[in-house]
């Protein structure tokens, strides 16, 4: 159910994360990707289960790794609350409800093993959900409901399993001063 990539638009930001174009998402991601917008969004059970995934191995930036729920980047005048709604269906086929932007400004910058560039402002939302996942193959090859502090543990741990965002998103969301939605513990 994923979008076509060589359709689909990312808004490009200069230094000081204003908006100064779009371009093709298939033509950003590579060796010297520009500043651009995106999101991480953490989905919640009601039980306070926090869902993990496992990147595909098709995925063109750290295959096979663990990482947050999902990611994407919100389309030119797309709203960003509306942008991860339609993510959250795209990759893992659920609703969600009650979403919290988190990490307003979040950015990072990693490099891969191949030399793939992620450049992001990459807002950091929680939203929580009753639906199964049902993930898109081409997205997740593998996902896991755990608590907030087994997360934190196996981040803390072995760092290189996972993806460089949520490494950094862990550290920063340690440090609010209100937990995320039900993942209060």
């Known amino acids: 159910m994923s979008v076509n990539v060589l359709h689909d638009e990312v808004v490009l930001?200069?230094?000081h994360a204003r908006p100064v174009g779009t371009a093709p998402r298939a033509t950003v991601h590579g060796l010297d990707t520009p500043l651009h917008l995106a999101f991480?969004?953490?989905?919640v059970r009601p039980d306070g289960m926090v869902l993990l995934t496992r990147r595909a191995l098709a995925k063109a930036s750290w295959p096979g790794v663990w990482t947050n729920s999902f990611?994407?980047?919100?389309?030119p005048?797309?709203?960003?609350a509306d942008a991860?709604?339609?993510r959250g269906r795209d990759e893992l086929g659920i609703e969600l409800e009650d979403l919290a932007l988190m990490l307003p400004d979040f950015r990072y910058r990693a490099v891969d093993a191949h030399g793939v560039v992620e450049n992001e402002v990459c807002p950091v939302w929680f939203a929580t959900t009753t639906s199964t996942p049902v993930p898109a193959e081409d997205e997740v090859m593998d996902l896991r409901w755990v608590t907030t502090q087994?997360?934190?543990r196996a981040v803390r741990a072995a760092p290189w399993a996972f993806s460089p965002w949520l490494v950094e998103q862990v550290d920063a969301l340690a440090e609010l001063d209100e937990p995320p939605?039900?993942?209060?513990?």
């Open 13 to 15: 930001l200069d230094e």
């Open 77 to 80: 005048g797309e709203d960003p």
């Open 150 to 152: 087994d997360m934190g």
């Open 40 to 43: 991480s969004c953490h989905v």
């Open 84 to 86: 991860v709604r339609r």
């Open 71 to 75: 990611c994407g980047h919100p389309r």
């Open 181 to 185: 939605l039900d993942a209060r513990a």
